[in-house]
């Protein structure tokens, strides 16, 4: 029964909501707006089949291996940053500008400096999802318990060992909160790099779909779009339970009043 | 995302910053600054040295004084306040909408069990893949923006106002039922007080968030405004006031960035976390 009423919440506002829309399309002829089942048939016709292999994987790949180096370096150069006191007060204006700096103008600049290949577009996504990750980790580190460094220092660990063992460990929230902004601007700087001057990937197929009326093949490269998101957060949700479960379960502890 | 920066060893009394004292904020400041001209060093040397070509990237000083004359210009003005209108609009209305909704349905739990699946399905949508949709509807108005910018930013408030009703104190509104307090009494003086910093951070990531997609919005789908100025000068070849632009709108969200941290510890001047930072 429990488990019954649960499948109820998750289930009952997503089927109002299609059992509305279809509904209201059912006799409509709006030209924007296609009926779920129409939409769902082009779904399978557009995306699955050689335009997988040619638009979807290579625009998957670059966001990955563009996210993945953002976080690497970004968790080094952080890590090195927020530990050495006056590198981080020589830096840090600078830091806060690229920050600040939307990414997305980053496309016509690399594009000049590079060209338009996938380096670039990998390159766009590095440069404009390090930021927050750098950031973060730099907060990180610094917010880390003094009288714990001091107590690991007196204890003789090196470098290697305060590192691993207690700074990574409790910057890891943190750093967690901008892998989580950094994957967000990733996508986003996907889809833009190959809008913006490219001849395949996702972007630009569902540009070309809308330049030529294709509405409803439009819409569904917007729901694949929309899929992709909602799978990158929750491979992100898992690896984050997974790596700081020791985290939530001290959080629990503490609300659990 | 601030729930996170609350260490769990908040006992301790406000940690002693090691190697304060002497002077530290003035030279840390003259260091920064220090930094900001390392960098203009640095650019304007490795153009200068050949290492990249100067058609691609101007030295700094010419980027600098392209920035400078085009500040004494209409247009630029115009494209400024055309960016910022558009992103204040979207901020504001969906910084009401994601306060209202936030504040309904966090206080009930039918409603947060029902609506949880398909917000955690929504938000995570690029707001991006809306950009044809909004270019089909709107053309190349600023309406089209306003709906990528509407999108991205509403549920970054919303989620920090869920989060924030979630996290009243059971026994504080416990109490407030007993004392016979309305609903409207509630939300004033127990909900919204408890909410707010969650709220604050809400607003300062959907500024941030709303900056980016104003800028995305003008550069891809045009329509006037600095992204759009962009993409002009970025086809026409004028690569220098293509990168005096690209500092601009910079400059625009380190001062989005600042206005957004001094608002919020101005609304959050009675809280701990605030507190605590002026004491140490």
Known sequence: MRILTRVAYVL??????????????????????????????????????????????????????????????????????????????????????????PPPVLVPVLMLLIGVDNRMKVLVIVFGAIWPVLLNTVEGVRAVDPVLVDTART?????????????????????????????????????????????????????????SFAVVEMWSGIVLLGLIGVAVSIVFQACERRVLHWYYGQKEVQHGR | MTSVTASPSADTPAPPRRAGGRG???????????????????????????????????????????????????????????????????????????????????????????????????????????????????????????????????????????????????????????????WAARVRYLVWPSALPYVMTGLRLGAAVALILTITGELIIGGGGLGTAIALANSGGATAQMYALILMTGFIGVAINLVARLVERRALRWHVSVRREEVA
């Open chain 1, 12 to 101: 009952g506002l997503p089927v109002v909501l299609v059992l509305l829309w279809w509904v209201l399309t059912i006799d409509s002829t709006n030209f924007f707006v296609p009926e779920p089942g129409e939409l769902a048939a082009t779904f399978v016709d557009t995306w699955i089949g050689p335009r997988f292999r040619e638009d979807v994987l290579p625009s998957v790949a670059r966001f990955t291996v563009g996210t993945l180096l953002a976080i690497v370096l970004g968790v080094a150069a952080g890590l090195l940053i927020g530990s050495v006191r006056w590198l981080r007060s020589l830096l840090e204006p600078m830091l806060e500008f690229f920050r600040a700096l």
């Open chain 1, 155 to 211: 204890y003789g660990l090196t470098r290697l060992t305060r590192l691993r063992t207690l700074v990574l460990p409790s910057a890891a929230p943190q750093i967690a909160a901008g892998v989580r902004q950094a994957l967000s601007i990733g996508l986003i700087l996907m889809v833009i790099s190959e809008m913006f001057a490219s001849s395949s990937g996702l972007g630009f197929t569902i540009v070309v779909f809308q330049r």
């Open chain 2, 24 to 182: 530290a904020p003035l030279s840390s400041a003259a260091l920064g600054l220090l930094g900001i001209v390392g960098f203009l060093v640095t650019w304007e040397l490795v153009v200068r040295s050949g290492l990249v070509e100067e058609r691609f990237l101007p030295t700094a000083s010419t980027v600098l004084g392209e920035l400078r004359s085009l500040a004494g210009t209409s247009d630029f003005w115009a494209s400024v306040r055309e960016t910022v209108t558009t992103w204040a609009i979207g901020l504001a209305i969906s910084a009401a909408a994601g306060v209202a909704l936030g504040l309904v349905i966090g206080q009930s739990r039918f409603l947060r069990r029902a609506t949880n699946s398909t917000i955690e399905f929504l938000r995570p949508i690029p707001s991006v893949a809306l950009i044809p949709l909004a270019s089909l509807l709107y053309g190349t108005s600023m309406q089209s923006t306003l709906l990528l910018v509407l999108y991205a930013s509403f549920w970054q408030v919303l989620i920090q106002v869920l989060y924030g009703v979630g996290d009243v104190d059971p026994v504080a509104s416990d109490t407030a039922r007993s004392y016979g307090l309305g």
